[in-house]
């Protein structure tokens, strides 16, 4: 059974650093792997897909990278901002009866200004 | 080209009442799936439903169910209804080919007491 784990569960961070968050999945049989965010109450906006055989993707701020040998996908985010303050999920995306996602609990993120 | 779009926003029942949530998919896209958000936790898959035929179940009762329609826009039913149906209800769209990227509406919140 496909388990996805986030970590840091939360992180508050200064207005303009640079942060790292890890996303772990237990199999390595993914078809690819996405990132969203999620404002209070929201629904999910996607930020970045990456496929099963890409290393990474970008975005203006955003880099992700997947690495399926070890199960481990990063979202860098650069120069952060307040606007930035939301809570990001990882899903894992299967294929196989019923194409659905398997989600990470999530990083609550806070940028202060 | 609109986005994926749900109803209602809110909605507050009594435990052992029906809700029918609705969902109108992105256009172009065949396939729509139902997740479960409880509060401070990841999404959690319910169902997929691909040209109006269920093609996906995750760990749910069948008091939950849905349908498909024809302009691939969707509902979800709930059957005596539980304090632990309390959650935000997603759905998602997508096409089912190539990237298979799914792109989510802003939910329904649903309060059962």
């Known amino acids: 059974k496909q388990e996805v784990t986030q970590i840091p569960a939360a992180l508050s961070v200064p207005e303009g650093e640079n942060l790292v968050l890890n996303c772990s999945f237990t199999d390595s049989a993914i078809y690819n792997l996405q990132w969203f965010r999620q404002d209070p109450g929201k629904g999910l906006t996607s930020l970045l897909l990456?496929?099963?055989?890409?290393r990474e993707q970008t975005s203006g701020r955003l880099n992700a990278s997947l690495d399926k040998s070890s199960g481990r996908s990063t979202l860098y985010i650069a120069a952060s901002q307040p606007g930035d303050s939301a809570t990001y999920l990882c899903a894992v995306h299967l294929l196989g009866y019923g194409q659905n996602f398997v989600f990470g609990p999530g990083t609550r993120l806070s940028v202060l200004p | 080209e609109t986005g994926v779009t749900q109803s209602p926003t809110h909605l507050i029942k009594t435990r052992g009442q029906q809700v029918t949530l609705r969902c109108s998919s992105q256009s172009g896209h065949n396939t729509v799936s139902w997740y479960q958000q409880a509060l401070g936790q990841g999404p959690q898959f319910i169902f997929q439903y691909y040209r109006e035929e269920e093609n996906g179940r995750g760990n749910f009762p069948p008091r939950f169910s849905g349908l498909q329609f024809p302009n691939y826009s969707s509902e979800l039913n709930v059957n005596a209804l539980e304090l632990d149906d309390s959650a935000l209800y997603l759905c998602?769209?997508?096409?089912?080919?190539?990237?298979?990227?799914?792109?989510f509406g802003p939910g329904t919140r649903l309060t059962v007491t």
């Open positions: 998602a769209s997508s096409f089912l080919a190539g990237s298979y990227e799914q792109y």
């Open positions: 990456i496929q099963s055989s890409q």
